[in-house]
């Protein structure tokens, strides 16, 4: 069974970078497949961020591509997520995913984190 | 690119049939068959129940459907029950190879 595991600081000050790393376990990330990250602010909807293959491609969301940067390490089975300059905005639960594009779905999904960003 | 468009709200009566609308562009739902469909309750990750518009995963009850006309994906849910109620989202990829998803609708039993 897949599962997915977002990790890293609960709370980050203005301007700063919000990094979250996403533990894959029940799954080789070189053995295939998008992995991405999804934010929710507190009451609001989904927004998807970006995707990156094992190889290294990425995909990001027009809206944030300015400040954002996703990375793999597969030998760790890990990607990471920056995010740069973060204000208020950016507060929010990130989802870590595994992003299957033949059918371009989200079929496993992290318990996410939610990050905070407040001086 | 602008989120996908679906009501705010829709409620129903148990055992009745809701369908949620999501409109988009021609550059996203209208242009792909990969739209897709999340449930999500309070505080918990949002759930895959619908991918290339029409298909259930495996485990996804069959009073669930989908379908696509245009620009605009439904979700269908028949025989509505209390565990239905929960936040519902849709999402399409894009001509650029990103997603959008939708603004989300609250489905509320009655």
């Known amino acids: 069974q897949v599962q997915l595991q977002e990790s890293g600081p609960g709370l980050v000050k203005p301007s700063e970078t919000l990094s979250l790393t996403c533990t894959v376990s029940?799954?080789?990330?070189?053995?295939?497949?998008?992995w991405g990250w999804i934010r929710q602010p507190p009451g609001k909807g989904l927004e998807w961020i970006g995707s990156?293959?094992?190889?290294?491609?990425?995909y990001y969301n027009p809206s944030l591509k300015s400040r954002v940067s996703i990375s793999v390490d597969t030998s760790k089975d890990q990607f990471s997520l920056n995010l740069s300059s973060v204000t208020a905005a950016d507060t929010a639960v990130y989802y870590c995913?595994?992003?299957?594009?033949?059918?371009?779905?989200?079929?496993?999904w992290g318990q996410g984190t939610l990050v905070t960003v407040s001086s | 690119q602008s989120a996908l468009t679906q009501p705010a709200s829709v409620s129903g009566s148990p055992g009745q049939s809701i369908t949620i609308s999501c409109t988009g562009t021609?550059?996203?739902?209208?242009?792909?068959?990969?739209v897709s469909w999340y449930q999500q309750h309070p505080g918990k990750a949002p759930k895959l129940m619908i991918f290339?518009?029409?298909n259930r995963p495996s485990g996804v009850s069959n009073r669930f459907s989908g379908s696509k006309s245009g620009n605009t994906a439904s979700l269908t849910i028949s025989g509505l029950q209390a565990g239905d109620e929960a936040d519902y989202y849709c999402?399409?990829?894009?001509?650029?190879?990103?997603?959008?998803f939708g603004t989300g609708t609250k489905v509320t039993v009655l």
């Open positions: 995913v595994r992003d299957f594009r033949v059918t371009w779905g989200f079929e496993y």
């Open positions: 029940g799954y080789s990330i070189s053995s295939g497949y998008y």
């Open positions: 990156i293959y094992y190889t290294g491609s990425t």
């Open positions: 021609n550059s996203d739902v209208g242009g792909y068959n990969y």
């Open positions: 290339e518009v029409s």
């Open positions: 999402t399409s990829c894009t001509t650029s190879s990103t997603y959008v």
